[in-house]
């Protein structure tokens, strides 16, 4: 992939999001899918989360190992109690810099 | 009866959007740097913003191409981790006004993001206007747009471990809406995601799988696994 040209690779991006996006909108047949597969669907926003964050939020970080991880359990805990989205990316920040500091 | 063009006007959409213009601000900053990181040039890391708009599609996006993946991969990957948008498109339109037909009805397709889809569908009014959705989208946009360009460019100027510590901003978005989603449906979620991670981690550490099969594996499987065990929520 990395021999084409980047703009290119961009386009594809756009349209592989499109894709998705625009469905709904034109097509009714979502509505005619088995239930069972409608629910494998409905689980599929949590479980790429968990495979986003693993091991990349290790991996990202090294040598330091724990940097990432500690910013991601300060993120949920944040969130947990507080629902900010945009302040629980602030803390994380801070505690992973702390963590790469020290 | 549906009012034809719907109710709210463009501002109070704009509006609306404050806040997420401010949690893609940083995300795309995250983003803009990491672009940079990788060797991609100014104009192109600003044109996937403009063209996809979509945070955790980007970075997926951003991270296979790095990683040296296939096209094919690469495609299919991105377009997994965007089939929620399947979902949220069809719910919200149920929540729009009749005459957001032709191009109206492009931008706001366009203009699905996690984010967008839950303000506008907490609005709780079944006939929202094409003006306020374009309210809600540009302000975004523009966030997520500004956030790129400033993200690249702050790259230049901070210190090594700052970037690196804003990188985890991308993980810290998906953790906190783990967290939303945690709070909403239980330790259920906790459990999807945390087999999902397993996998992913065992795949890529153990046996090497590029990361964009693995990631699609992951995903995919314990969905199944999660509808097979888990029984209806509602």
Known sequence: ?102 | MKKNEGNFSYGEGFQDGIPIFLGYFSTAIAFGLICRNVGIPFIETCLYSITSFAGAGQFLAVNLFASGALLFEYFIGINLINLRYLFMGVALRTHLAPDVKGLKKMIVAFGVTDEIFTVATMKNNDCLSFNYMAGLISSSYLGWNLGTAVGFMMGMILPKALQMAVGVTLYAMFSSLLSVEFKNKGPGVLLLAGFSAAINSFLILVLSFPSGWSFVISMVSTAVIGALLIKEEK
């Open chain 1, 1 to 102: 992939m990395k021999n084409l040209p980047m703009y290119l690779i961009v386009l594809v991006a756009g349209v592989a999001t499109m894709i998705p996006r625009f469905i709904p909108f034109y097509l009714s047949f979502l509505n005619k899918f088995p239930p069972f597969v409608k629910r494998c669907m409905s689980f599929l926003p949590v479980t790429a989360i968990g495979a986003l964050i693993f091991p990349y939020t290790i991996l990202d970080f090294l040598p330091v190992w724990y940097a990432g991880l500690l910013g991601v359990i300060a993120a949920f805990l944040v969130s947990l109690f507080k629902q900010s989205m945009l302040l629980s990316i602030i803390v994380s920040v801070i505690v992973t810099y702390i963590a790469l500091l020290v």
